[in-house]
């Protein structure tokens, strides 16, 4: 069984409690679609569909394919979503039919990244494009609290996220083409409980239904975990955090070094 599909039918059970479509993350997504109604749009890693079901509202017919039976069992419904159980590396769709494929915060799970990309390739149709949010943990702020309580974490996020400049150039040479960087700077108020999402909210990382929301934190033990959450609960308890961060939670915007890929199938 993938690796991934494990993990994820461990870390699913409450999936949708934290991690809900953002408004703004929709709407990058939808401006990136071809400017038609109706596209066909294939959602690759699409978890429990909560931006297929946001995408789908949009007047999009989505075929969303996901390897965990636990996410799939959690699956938000609507009329123009069609689910399909499979994984990137071989997808079970045909040849050139799809306007666009979206990889949303899916892709540093997928076991070979080039196979996977060579098969987005396949089954978009020529025109269409291939639309990645992901992140660089390495771009994002130097100065960060996440990166201090959560070392062990971090560090994992950096070599289980690829570098933005090997993804680009990967994608390159598959599409033979260019792909467009464009950062996404996350603000304050994020209804997707993501890695980096509360970086204005350090009281969040102590509860446990948002941690088991994210991937990054089953990757170390439990004792890990918890040694960190101590130390950040301490430190909010006796103010060291407010002394040492205060100025984030001023702050509108923060860098975490997500960003979003788009490449046309030429």
């Known amino acids: 069984m993938n690796v991934e599909k494990i993990r994820y039918n461990k870390i699913g059970l409450n999936y949708n409690k934290t991690r809900e479509a953002d408004k703004r993350i929709v709407k990058r997504i939808i401006n990136f679609l071809p400017k038609s109604d109706n596209n066909l749009i294939a959602d690759i890693g ?78 978009l149709r020529t025109g269409g494009n291939l639309i990645l949010f992901s992140a660089d943990p390495t771009r994002g702020e130097k100065d ?37 960087i464009y950062d996404f700077v996350l603000p304050g108020d994020l209804k997707d409980g993501f890695f980096y999402s509360a970086w204005k909210y350090p009281e969040k990382y102590l509860s446990d239904e948002f941690r088991n929301g994210i991937s990054v934190f089953s990757l170390l033990s439990e004792e890990i975990v918890q ?33 979003f890929l788009t490449i046309t199938k030429e």
């Open 46 to 123: 699409a978890g429990t569909g909560n931006y297929s079901f946001k995408i789908a509202e949009a007047n999009n017919v989505i075929h969303a394919l996901e390897p965990s039976e636990v996410m799939q069992n959690q699956k938000k419904i609507h009329k123009n979503i069609n689910w399909f159980s499979g994984f990137a590396e071989n997808i079970p769709f045909n040849d050139t039919t799809y306007d666009s494929v979206i990889c949303i915060l899916a892709f540093h799970h997928f076991s070979d990244l080039e196979k996977s990309i060579n098969e987005m390739y396949r089954i």
């Open 144 to 180: 960060c609290w996440i990166k201090h309580y959560f070392q062990p974490f971090h560090q994992k996020a950096c070599k289980t996220l690829p570098d933005v400049n090997y993804v680009k150039d990967l994608i390159e040479n598959v599409f033979h083409n260019n792909a467009t």
């Open 227 to 259: 040694e960190s959450v101590k130390k950040l609960k301490n430190d909010l308890e006796n103010g060291t955090w407010d002394d040492n961060y205060e100025q984030i939670r001023k702050l509108e915007k923060y860098n975490g070094g997500y960003y």
